[in-house]
């Protein structure tokens, strides 16, 4: 029975692999049509080729590209040794996190939720910084 739950489990992690591999390349595609619609665009007179608008779209496709690719690496990570890396998770979350945060128009949002993603924000890079600390400290225990 653990046995066939190992296969089952490796056949999804596979499959999750190929969907997040497909998830990749039509947001890069997408990045890029984005991308390449910000720059023929007619230049405005100031000169400025992508606006700050075009920019911060640009910017939130770029971090999902971002994104998809550390959720990859993990899914990867987790099928070649079993484990589970706190850190990598962490990392995603505050990478999640920032891209909320650029792309936020702070004009049009209530105060109380982006006082709320600064502190989520802090606290998975606190948590994050414990994990760093622990990972060291094993490793330096490892080495001597």
Known sequence: M?????????????????FMAV??????????????????KPVPESGIIIGSTGLVTLFGFFF??????E???T????LDDGTFHGEIMLMIGIVAVSRKIIVLDFTKQDP?????????LGSLSFGYYLIKIKLNRKSIENDA
């Open 23 to 40: 998830l990749i390349l039509v947001s890069t595609y997408d990045l890029i049509v984005v991308l390449i619609k910000e720059i023929i």
């Open 64 to 69: 999902n590209v971002l994104i998809a690719f």
């Open 112 to 120: 109380i939720l982006i006082i709320a993603l600064g502190i989520l």
């Open 71 to 73: 959720l990859f690496e």
């Open 2 to 18: 653990h046995k066939m739950f190992k296969l089952f489990q490796k056949g999804t992690i596979i499959a999750l692999l190929f």
């Open 75 to 78: 899914i990867e990570l987790y």
